[in-house]
Every structure is written in C-alpha cells, then in structure tokens.
C-alpha cells in the first residue's frame, strides 16, 4: 500500500518568515494530493490540493509543489502569520477514495 | 450545510464497557470515513462506506471494532468491549464521489478509556 513521510514533524519561524513542509510518497499510481490544517481542538481542514497533471498550484500565501519524478511534493506557506500555527498534514490517494496521511508538521510562528 | 456532524464531542468510559460513536455525513455526499488519530500512530482510517456500503474495512484493529451505515445519513462506530488502548480522537469524514473528492472532517469524539 501507500506509504507516505512528512518532514519536519515541528517547525518554528518567526512571523513573516517562509515555511515549507515536505513529503515523499511510495505508489507511483498516486495522482491526488491534498494538505489539510488541524486546529487544536478540531479535524483537519483541507487548505490546498494538487493533481498529478499539475506541477505546482497556489493560493494567496499558500502554495504546493509535485514532482512525480521523485515522488515528492512539498507545501510553502510565505509572510507567515500566528494564525497559520497548527498541525499540517499532506496525503496521497492512488485509485481508491482512501488517503494515506503524513504524521503530520507542528508549525509554530513566533511574533 | 452544518457540516460532518459527530457525537459526543467527549466520551469518558471505564474499560470493558461498549461506546459507540455517532456520525451524520454532509447531505449528498455518497464516500464516510472513519479515522483514528493517536500521537503515536497518527490519522489512521478505520473502515469507509460507499452508498452506505462497507468498502474497506482492513484498517479496524480488531473484532472489537464494528462499524455501520444504515442510511445516507447516518453512521456509528461501535467498540464492545473497550480498552484503554482504544483511547484517542475519532473522526468522522465525508466526500463526494464525483468529484471534487475533498473530504470533509468533523470534529472528532475524543474517547478515553481508563
């Protein structure tokens, strides 16, 4: 089956500063990957997501980057703010509906 | 919509008793997940349902672990008898099949089992 790591599993940057997060996945089939934000208390949210046709996609602050090459792809969040500070996971999904989530990235951004 | 709806928000049961964790999907969408999260193992998927219908249910630990759909509206994940291992935050998601496959989370049960 799917295997996918997330690194770093904690990351603190000052406010403003850039944060990149990465993952690599096992299944070269894998043509779906989205990056959800956990809040304390909450589920994960979906914040960005990237097909395997596309090599980068963004959104305001937030992009995603793919290569299928290497089986990796990678989430930038630029200017960031203490509101980003929370638990950010990636997944891949290969054929099936089922995701295969990281072990997730506890961001902090320090004011 | 209101969202993945889950109950309770907060379960607190005494090892060996049954729990039984309540889920009502975002209307129209036809894809329910259940998820595990623990600090140890992460977000791990229990069993997803189609149309109400079980489609995987590899990741459920064990027998003590049972899961149903018995309307597009409604699911339960059932633990008989508990441990204190089962201890952690359940969440319940829901997609739409067609497209755009987004799954949507609730807030999870958080269970603990002493």
């Known amino acids: 089956g799917e295997n996918v790591e997330q690194h770093p599993s904690t990351l603190s940057v000052q406010e403003g500063d850039s944060a990149v997060i990465k993952c690599t996945y096992s299944?070269?089939?894998?043509?779906?990957f989205p990056w959800y934000k956990q809040e304390l208390g909450k589920g994960p949210q979906l914040i960005i997501d990237?097909?395997?046709?596309?090599g980068e996609k963004k959104d305001q602050r937030i992009a995603v980057t793919l290569n299928k090459t290497a089986k990796h792809f990678s989430l930038h969040i630029t200017e960031t703010q203490p509101e980003d500070s929370a638990v950010y996971f990636c997944?891949?999904?290969?054929?099936?509906?089922?995701?295969?989530f990281g072990k997730g990235t506890k961001l902090s951004v320090i004011p | 919509d209101a969202g993945v709806i889950q109950s309770p928000r907060h379960e607190v049961t005494e090892m060996g008793q049954e729990v039984t964790l309540r889920c009502k999907p975002i209307?129209?969408?036809?894809?329910l997940f259940w998820y595990r999260q623990t600090m140890m193992r992460g977000l791990e998927l229990l069993i997803y349902?189609?149309?109400?219908?079980?489609?995987?249910d590899s990741g459920m630990p064990e027998d003590r672990f049972s899961a149903k759909m018995p309307n597009a509206s409604f699911s339960t994940l059932k633990i008989q008898p508990s441990e204190p291992r089962d201890s952690a935050v359940y969440f319940c998601?829901?997609?739409f099949g067609q497209g755009p496959y987004e799954q949507y989370f609730g807030p999870g049960t958080r269970l603990t089992v002493t």
């Open positions: 998601a829901s997609s």
């Open positions: 299944d070269s089939a894998s043509n779906y």
């Open positions: 990237i097909r395997s046709n596309v």
């Open positions: 997944a891949a999904r290969a054929g099936s509906y089922q995701l295969t």
């Open positions: 209307s129209g969408h036809d894809y």
């Open positions: 349902f189609n149309n109400n219908v079980p489609i995987d």
